[in-house]
C-alpha cells in the first residue's frame, strides 16, 4: 500500500479489532497459514489450481498477503479501496472471475481459523466474514468496470534489446493495442519461459507518439523473471503486460520543484518524470540524485546527462557509494533547502525507507513524499 496515504486510524472498529486479534494469533505461524489455505483451496476447488504459476514458492503467499494487508487496514477506507480497485483490476490478467471470490474467502476463513482456533469464536468469524465480503466486491466492481474500457492483458513484441552492462538490459517492446499510462507508473510483465510469473517494472519513459515501452531490468541472483529478460529475451519474443498501476506521477497543477532520488534501475522511471515535466513545457526546478554502488552501476548517466544539458531547470547529480562513501539519502542532506520541492523516491526497499526519513528530516512532509509500494518492491524482487 502507498506509505505516504495511509494515516492511522485512531480509533479502530470492532471489525478491526478482532481482525487485528486474529492476525497477531497467526503471526508466528504464518508459513503454515500459507501452506494450509492453498492446500485447501487446490483440493477443493482443483479448476483453480491452473490459475497459479506452476511452482509456488517465491509467490506463493502474494493471495494470501494482500488479502491479509487488505483486511488489516479495512478502517482505512479510501486508502483500501484505491489499493483494492487496483488489485481487482490487476486480476483480471490471471483470469480471475468473480465465482472464484467465494472459494477463496471459504478457504481463507478455514486457514485462520484452524489456526487461530485459541480465539476463534463466532463473532470473529462474522468480522472476517464482513471484511472478506467487503474487499471482494470492491474487486469484482472494479474489474467488471475495467472490462469495459480495457483488455485484461496486453501482448507486447521485444523490438530492441540493449544490454548495458553484464547485467542490466534496457527492453523496448511494442503492445499489440495502445496502452495507456502515465510518467511514473509501472506494469506487470510475464515472460512465455515462466507463465503465470508476474513482476513488477517501471516504465522507463514518459508515454512516446510512437507507443513503444521501455523498461530497465537488473539481473538479480536466483531471479527467474529479470534473468529470462536479461539474458534470453531477443527481439521479436512475445511477452504479457498487466495493466498500469502506481501513484508516483507529477502533478501539473502546481509548480513545486522535484526533488527526485533514483537508486540503481530505479532510476527508470525518474527518468520518465523527468520526460514528463519537460513535455508539459514546465519551467520547475527538477533535482535529480542518481544513486549506484559503483560508477560502472551508472549504466544511464548518459541519457540523464544529455537530458540535463537540454533542460536548464534539470540538475543531474550521481552519487556512487564506492566514491563518496555515503549513501544516496545522506548526499541529499547535503544541499537544499528542500522544503519547497515534491519528493519522488525509487529504487531498493532499504533505500526508500532511509530516503523517505532524510527527506522527512529536511522538512518535507510526508503527503509531499511519493514512491512505490515497499511491500511490492520487495514482492519484485527477483
Ligand atoms: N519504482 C521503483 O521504485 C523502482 C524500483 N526498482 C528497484 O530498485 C532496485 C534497484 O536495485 P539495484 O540496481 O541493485 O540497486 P543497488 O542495490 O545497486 O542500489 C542503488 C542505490 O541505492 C542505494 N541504497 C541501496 N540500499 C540502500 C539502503 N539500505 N539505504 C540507503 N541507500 C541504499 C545505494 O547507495 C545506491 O546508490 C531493485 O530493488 C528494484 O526492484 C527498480 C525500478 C523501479
Not at 470492532?14 to 492476525?23: G, K, S, Y
Not at 487496483?86 to 490471471?94: A, I, P, T, V
Not at 502546481?254 to 525518474?270: F, K, N, V
Request: aromatic share 8%.
Amino acid at each position: 500500500m502507498p506509505a505516504q496515504r495511509s494515516a492511522p486510524t485512531p480509533q479502530p472498529s470492532p471489525d478491526a479489532v478482532l481482525i487485528r486479534r486474529t492476525m497477531t494469533e497467526v503471526g508466528p505461524v504464518a508459513d503454515k497459514v500459507t501452506s494450509y489455505f492453498y492446500a485447501l483451496l487446490f483440493v477443493r476447488h482443483p479448476d483453480l489450481r491452473s490459475l497459479f504459476p506452476a511452482a509456488m514458492d517465491t509467490q506463493r503467499d502474494r493471495l494470501l498477503k494482500a488479502l491479509l494487508t487488505a483486511a488489516e487496514h479495512i478502517d482505512n477506507t479510501p486508502v483500501l479501496v484505491d489499493y483494492l480497485q487496483n488489485l481487482g483490476r490487476g486480476h483480471r490478467k490471471y483470469g480471475t472471475r468473480p465465482e472464484h471470490y467465494p472459494a477463496v474467502g471459504e478457504c481463507l476463513i478455514g486457514s485462520l481459523s484452524r489456526f487461530a482456533s485459541a480465539i476463534w469464536d463466532a463473532e470473529t468469524e462474522a468480522a472476517w466474514v464482513r471484511a472478506y465480503t467487503t474487499i471482494s466486491q470492491v474487486m469484482i466492481d472494479a474489474a467488471a468496470v475495467d472490462e469495459l474500457r480495457a483488455p485484461a492483458w496486453w501482448y507486447a513484441e521485444v523490438v530492441a534489446h540493449d544490454l548495458r552492462t553484464p547485467d542490466i538490459a534496457v527492453i523496448t517492446v511494442r503492445p499489440d493495442q495502445p496502452y495507456p499510462f502515465l510518467a511514473g507508473q509501472y506494469t506487470s510483465l510475464e515472460t512465455p519461459w515462466w507463465p503465470r510469473i508476474w513482476r513488477h517494472y517501471s516504465f522507463a519513459s514518459a508515454p512516446r507518439s510512437d507507443g513503444l515501452l521501455s523498461f530497465h531490468v537488473k539481473a538479480v541472483p536466483a531471479g527467474w523473471v529479470s534473468n529470462a529478460l536479461v539474458h534470453r529475451a531477443r527481439p521479436g519474443d512475445i511477452i504479457r503486460l498487466g495493466p498500469p498501476a502506481g501513484s508516483m506521477t507529477v502533478d501539473h497543477t502546481t509548480d513545486s520543484g522535484l526533488l527526485c532520488l533514483g537508486g540503481g534501475t530505479g532510476i527508470a522511471p525518474i527518468k520518465a518524470l523527468v520526460e514528463d515535466v519537460a513535455e508539459h513545457g514546465e519551467r520547475r526546478p527538477v533535482e535529480v540524485f542518481y544513486g549506484a554502488r559503483t560508477d560502472h552501476d551508472l549504466y544511464d548517466i548518459d541519457t540523464m546527462l544529455r537530458l540535463q544539458q537540454s533542460h536548464p531547470w534539470l540538475a543531474v547529480r550521481p552519487v556512487v557509494d564506492q566514491r563518496a562513501h555515503l549513501h544516496l539519502p545522506d548526499a541529499v542532506r547535503e544541499y537544499g533547502p528542500w522544503n519547497e520541492y515534491d519528493a519522488y523516491l525509487s529504487g531498493p526497499p532499504g533505500m526508500i525507507r532511509s530516503g523517505v526519513d532524510a527527506l522527512r528530516e529536511a522538512g518535507i512532509p510526508s503527503d509531499r513524499i511519493r514512491h512505490d509500494s515497499v511491500e511490492e518492491l520487495v514482492a519484485a524482487g527477483d
